[in-house]
């Protein structure tokens, strides 16, 4: 399979609350199948694969984020405060270990 776009390290798209940063970018195999990669960025290597997900496997889990963003939203209006800070997230989740 082939990466489609960036040339050289990618810019992270976002950061996890493992201090991950993490690329997320299409891939096409010599047949033209399209998936979708998420990798984090590994200081001074080659991103290391997290997920490759088929258009079904990424329904799945767009359906399991939008499930968990319907729920904490509610509990945000309902005026529970569920926003941690990044100190409190690295309490929690702890720094990647590679």
Known sequence: MTQQGAAGTPDPHFIDVQR??????????????????IDKLVRGG???????????????LKDALEAY????????????NTTLSPKDMLELFGEDDN
């Open 46 to 60: 080659d991103p290391k694969r997290l997920l490759l997900l088929n258009k079904f496997d990424a329904q799945q």
């Open 20 to 37: 991950r940063e993490i690329v997320v970018h299409t891939m096409s195999s010599q047949d033209g199948v399209e998936t979708l990669a």
């Open 69 to 80: 963003l319907k729920t904490i939203y509610s509990k945000e209006l309902a005026g529970l």
